[in-house]
């Protein structure tokens, strides 16, 4: 069984900074890309940040230059740094990981979601 375990939500004042983290354990053979994506009340989901397993790096426009994607190949875990928010960077984060499972498989699979809050 593979697992998702997000950590680093919460309440910011406008301008503040925020480290999301996303730790994945389980029968994985290997780790594609991760990402991390948002959803506001009312609006769809959207992709925030992707990085691929070789370090390239994606970002929605509304966060280019203040959200920060990385990742630690050896723990399978995937960061999010989040600076300079916005009232309107508020939304439920998730985690999003595509991998190989050890039966060849390449599956896709989601966090539960942590809800970052920016005060204005």
């Known amino acids: 069984q593979v697992q998702l375990v997000e950590s680093g939500g919460g309440l910011v004042q406008d301008g503040g900074s925020l480290r999301l983290s996303c730790t994945v354990s389980g029968n994985i053979f290997s780790i594609n890309a991760m990402g991390w994506y948002r959803q506001a009340p009312g609006k769809q989901r959207e992709l925030v940040a992707a990085i691929t397993n070789g370090g390239s790096t994606n970002y929605a426009d509304s966060v280019k230059g203040r959200f920060t994607i990385s990742r630690d190949n050896a723990e399978n875990t995937v960061y999010l740094q989040m600076d300079s928010l916005k009232p309107e960077d508020t939304a439920v984060y998730y985690c999003?990981?595509?991998?190989?499972?050890?039966?060849?498989?390449?599956?896709?699979?989601w966090g539960q979601g942590t809800l970052v809050t920016v005060s204005s």
């Open positions: 999003n990981v595509n991998y190989l499972h050890y039966s060849m498989r390449h599956l896709e699979l």
